[in-house]
């Protein structure tokens, strides 16, 4: 792979599983310093391992604001600056809204929305120095919401806002936003439903479709992160073909 991104420095949240790891690694891959944080550091030290470049693993609970902010201090002191920010850590605690229970809204509240403006803010002053981009791994739950999904669509749908409205802010300064939104891929996000019935829907729905690899959504990210200072990516809406 041509090294486009050799000499950036990039920050991926939630990088132990998923679309965040292949993300790291794709980014590392193209010549990217990556910093790459998440709660289980057992599985960085596996990213940090199979990486084509070097990987700093960082401890990071997007819900704590402190937290954000060490992740970015540490990154951007580590590798001299921070050129991109790809916030991707989230969770789906999907389920009817009526009974649900509310501390799972919560948790979604504080780790897809708040984690990710909470991270913005830590690395803002460093975009705007360096003409960095911010990429906001959302969802087509950003764009429509079905039964289910009120409070995981909510979220997504919110990161969709502050993007559009801090790419007003901050377009003229050569920072640039990209909101990716993912439909269905094969991870692990599913798996942490509680609802039984929900649970077994979303895993119906992922063996009767051939559906996106975290790697489709990775290549959708360098695409974006790749292109030159003056091509600004906005936004990229990516299905499996199988999924209406
Ligand atoms: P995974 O469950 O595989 O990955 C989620 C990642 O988020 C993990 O690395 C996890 O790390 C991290 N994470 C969760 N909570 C926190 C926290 N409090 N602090 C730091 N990191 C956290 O799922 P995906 O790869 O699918 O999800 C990644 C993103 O993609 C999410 O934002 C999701 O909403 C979005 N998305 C996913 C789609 C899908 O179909 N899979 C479709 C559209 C969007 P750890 O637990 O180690 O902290």
């Known amino acids: 792979m041509d090294r486009v ?9 939630g ?17 990217a310093k990556v910093a790459a944080g998440a709660r289980r550091t057992d599985r960085l030290a596996g990213l940090v391992e199979r990486a084509a470049g070097e990987v700093l693993a960082l401890e990071l609970d997007v819900t704590d604001e402190g937290s954000c902010r060490d992740a970015v201090s540490a990154a951007a002191g580590h590798f001299g600056g921070l050129d991109v920010l790809v916030n991707n850590a989230g969770i789906m605690l999907t389920g009817p809204i009526p009974g649900a229970d509310t501390s799972e809204w919560a948790r979604m509240v504080h780790t897809n929305l708040l984690g990710a403006m909470y991270t913005t803010h830590a690395a803002l002053p460093h975009l705007l120095e360096r003409g960095g981009t911010l990429v906001q791994i959302s969802s087509t739950s950003g764009r429509t919401a079905s039964a289910g999904g009120g409070v995981y669509a909510a979220t997504k749908f919110g990161v969709n806002g502050f993007s559009e409205a801090l790419r ?3 377009t003229a300064q050569g920072v640039r936003v990209v909101v990716i939104e993912p439909g269905m891929v094969d991870t692990e996000l599913a798996d942490h439903i509680t609802d039984p019935v929900t649970r077994a829907a979303a895993r119906d729905m992922m063996k009767s479709i051939r559906t996106l690899r975290p790697e489709d959504v990775a290549n959708a990210v360098l695409y974006a992160v790749s292109q030159p200072g003056h091509v600004a990516v906005n936004e990229i809406l990516l299905r499996p073909t199988d999924q209406v």
């Open 15 to 31: 990088a132990s599983s998923g679309i965040g790891e292949a993300t790291a690694l794709a980014l590392s891959a193209a010549g």
């Open 168 to 170: 007003q802010e901050v």
């Open 5 to 13: 991104l050799d000499g950036k420095v990039v920050l991926v949240t």
